[in-house]
């Protein structure tokens, strides 16, 4: 992983570990449910953004670069098994 | 929250948190960004479970009790809101 | 269905009619996948929001009534049903 | 578009036109809103698999072709803008 990535996911990584942590409190003190589910939306929305800087990183490094060395059935193979379990 | 709902979710909470944290020592190790991508999906679809067993929770109680004391535009509204929410 | 839930609901499909027929025209005339799949994207938004209008009169006529009557479990289980259906 | 590709595309949308013409009797005929929406959910899935047809195709020919052209940016870039929207 390219380090601009790494240091990118991370700090993103920090920032869900702490919006959850909030959502654990909000269970125990028994918040309402709908407020506590728009809170747990927005952590996945996070999570996803977390994907989109991975998923960017890999296309310009390991994509790139396994299409370059012949092994492009390999690397598409990989984005196709992403993309059905996104959809999922 | 029923006590049984909160009981589940926090369980399910404790696993989300685990997972989570072998995502971040997947990225700090630089394991390869697909396997690290299928986990994150996970993550996101263990998050989603804790929300089937709030909302089903909400439904039973919260919404039950709303549409019985008149309150039926409140509860269905945030509803909506809540799908449209999630549908993004 | 409420006539103006019905309403609303068929004239939002003749636009998704329309619109699919211009995705399956692009494809004959060998259009860019990339343009492809972002109008395919558009007609999903589409149908979703007919769900969207559909479910939220669902909400207003069946399930309050369901809930009234004392068959709450039937209505919030095709409730709970849809939700998972749809969260795949 | 490969024939191949091209080929399947549009058998699947066929499919997809009959399967929609049906939800449109459904609601005129009134079925049940709950039934009518499983029914819109499949179709989505359908449309969805069309979409991983052609973009399979797409990876194996425009952004094989543009990586190996020099066009990796234009070709990855626009993989990124599908990929955010489709998450929306």
Redesign the interface.
């Known amino acids: 992983?390219l380090d601009s990535v790494?240091e990118d996911?991370?700090k993103r990584?920090n920032y869900?570990?702490g919006h959850?942590a909030g959502?654990?409190r909000m269970?125990?003190d028994?918040q309402?449910?709908?407020d506590?589910?728009?809170q747990?939306?927005a952590?996945?929305r996070a999570?996803?953004k977390?994907?989109?800087v991975?998923?960017?990183?890999?296309?310009?490094t390991?994509?790139?670069e396994g299409?370059?060395d012949g092994r492009?059935q390999q690397v598409?193979g990989?984005?196709?098994?992403?993309?059905?379990?996104?959809?999922?």
Chains 1, 2, 3, 4 share one sequence.
Not at 54 to 60: C, S, V
Not at 78 to 87: C, I
């Open positions: 992983m790494k996911a991370l990584m869900v570990d959850l959502v654990r269970i125990e028994d309402y449910c709908v506590v589910l728009k747990t939306y952590v996945r999570i996803q977390i994907e989109a991975i998923l960017e990183g890999h296309l310009h390991h994509v790139i299409v370059r492009d598409l990989e984005l196709m098994e992403l993309y059905n379990l996104s959809e999922r």
